[in-house]
């Protein structure tokens, strides 16, 4: 079954590119109209032009810093000034670090963990009520392979990866009787910004697959009748995040390790 989502309405953090870029266009092409939410507005004005020629949906646009406390209130405000009913939400605004926790620098990962987890879990807060109530739509957090074991050298990063996925899965518990469809999408690699501000691909484990390659695997899990509480993106990569989940935890750290070393 292909999902169609004309007449609702998603929105979209770090829809600027990569994975919010893909997920826009992609929703936009099932008739969704679109709220799309990053810091860099011309990058988000060149997005909204494009997917309004190709598909005829409405496509509202926001340049929004969104690690900061009290976002989820301030988006769904804006909403409600505009007459806006938001029917899908997808978090996928992040970013990384790579270093020895004692050589990170204190500012940054505490933008890291407000942005990565403490604005997803309060822009989820604040328009699950509503789409609960629609429940024509569906929730879409960004999460990693790196949620299925503790990363040495990306610690941080690692760490709120796991809290997506952890946190997703009971809200989808939470929600699996609403009609909402819920889902923690895990990539691995991915051909996008995000090795750009890590400042290197050294991290990258495995072959990296595209932007196109992890939305479709989103969006099938979303087709289905039953959508799983999370999905892992690639077969290799379910086959490495499930190997994770089943050596020993020192093994599994050791290797996760030894895979993101210079």
């Known amino acids: ?80 000034k505009r007459g806006i009913t938001v029917d899908t939400l997808i978090n996928n605004a992040g970013f990384g670090t790579r270093a020895a926790l004692v050589e990170e620098d204190p500012e940054v990962i505490a933008s890291e963990i407000a942005l990565n987890v403490a604005a997803l879990v309060d822009i989820t807060r604040a328009f699950l009520p509503g789409m609960l109530s629609s429940g024509k739509g569906a929730l879409v957090n960004v999460a990693s392979t790196a949620a299925f074991q503790p990363i040495p050298g990306m610690a941080v990063y690692g760490a709120t990866k796991a809290f997506v996925l952890s946190f997703t899965e009971a809200v989808a518990h939470e929600a699996k009787s609403s009609g909402l469809r819920v889902l923690a999408l895990c990539p691995g690699a991915t051909r996008t910004e995000f090795f750009d501000v890590l400042g290197s691909e050294s991290a990258a484990v495995g072959r990296m697959q595209t932007s196109a390659q992890v939305v479709q695997t989103a969006l099938k899990a979303l087709d289905r009748s039953g959508t799983p509480a999370s999905v892992v993106s690639g077969w290799a990569n379910r086959i490495a995040a499930g190997l994770a989940q089943r050596v020993p935890r020192a093994l599994a750290v050791g290797i996760a390790a030894r895979a993101v070393q210079e």
Request: overall charge neutral; aromatic content about 4%; hydrophobic content about 45%.
């Open 1 to 80: 079954m292909t999902m169609t989502y004309s007449g609702t309405t998603a929105l979209i953090t770090g829809a600027s590119s990569g994975l919010g870029a893909e997920f826009a266009s992609r929703f936009a092409a099932r008739g969704s109209n679109l709220i799309l939410v990053a810091r860099r507005a011309d990058r988000l004005e060149e997005l909204a032009g494009k997917l309004r020629a190709e598909h005829g949906v409405a496509v509202t646009v926001l340049p929004m810093d969104l690690g900061r406390p009290g976002v989820g209130k301030e988006l769904v405000d804006e909403m409600t």
